[in-house]
């Protein structure tokens, strides 16, 4: 299996702070990498897939870079709502593998 | 916009068999792997495995012997079996729309409100 490391664990920033999140994959996964919101009693929400690719609807604060084994999410501009835990997500091989989550708090 | 509506027994003892349904609206059926992904406290989000409408299934390696996921086109609904369960299966089990061969992505997009599903004696 592919194993995702995300850092920090967890973060703590001000409104308006840029945030960013690092995963890296255990092997070379191409683009294969996406980035899910999760808050608290919801289900994940994808917001960036195939790296760099904003989901349809996902505020432009949002953005990822990256490819082969090293991937970055941004928060360009923290607000209240993005509190939650994002998730990284790597969809080039079977199975499907998660980073453990960083959680964001102000 | 698609929507996944799932259901299925929450509480479990052990040694009995895990069973839940997830229905599929607004959205195509064809050409996309349905998903079962469970989040549990120790394990984080773990994938559990997929099915498309041509009843072709991957499963994780660590629970393949135990899973059977199934599908009934006609009423675009897929169901996850987990036999044998134990303490170690208590999770938020979560339904997916997964990778699509036909639009050619590989993301995650849409899930289900997710079932609690705790296993005790």
């Known amino acids: 299996d592919i194993q995702m490391t995300q850092s920090p664990p967890s973060l703590s920033a001000s409104v308006g702070d840029k945030v960013t999140i690092t995963c890296r994959a255990s092997?070379?996964?191409?683009?294969?990498l996406n980035w899910y919101q999760q808050k608290p009693g919801e289900a994940p929400k994808l917001l960036i897939f195939?790296?760099?690719r904003v989901e349809t609807g996902v505020p432009s604060r949002f953005s990822g870079t990256g490819s082969g084994t090293d991937f970055t999410f941004t928060i360009s501009s923290l607000q209240p709502d993005d509190i939650a835990t994002y998730y990284c997500q790597q969809s080039d091989n079977l199975p499907l593998t998660f980073g453990g989550g960083t959680k964001v708090e102000i | 916009q698609v929507q996944l509506q799932q259901w299925g027994a929450g509480l479990l003892k052990p040694s009995e068999t895990l069973s839940l349904t997830c229905a599929v609206d607004g959205g195509p059926f064809s050409g996309y792997y349905w998903t079962w992904i469970r989040q549990s406290p120790g394990k984080g989000l773990e994938w559990i495995g997929e099915i498309n409408d041509s009843e072709n299934t991957n499963y994780s390696p660590s629970l393949r012997s135990r899973v059977t996921i199934s599908i009934d086109t006609s009423k675009n609904q897929f169901s996850l079996r987990l036999s044998s369960v134990t303490a170690a299966d208590t999770a938020v089990y979560y339904c997916?729309?997964?990778?699509?061969?036909?639009?050619?992505?590989?993301?995650?997009?849409?899930w289900g409100q997710g079932t609690l599903v705790t296993v005790s004696s």
């Open positions: 997916a729309r997964g990778r699509s061969y036909y639009y050619g992505t590989t993301k995650v997009d849409s």
């Open positions: 092997q070379h996964i191409s683009n294969y």
């Open positions: 195939s790296a760099s």
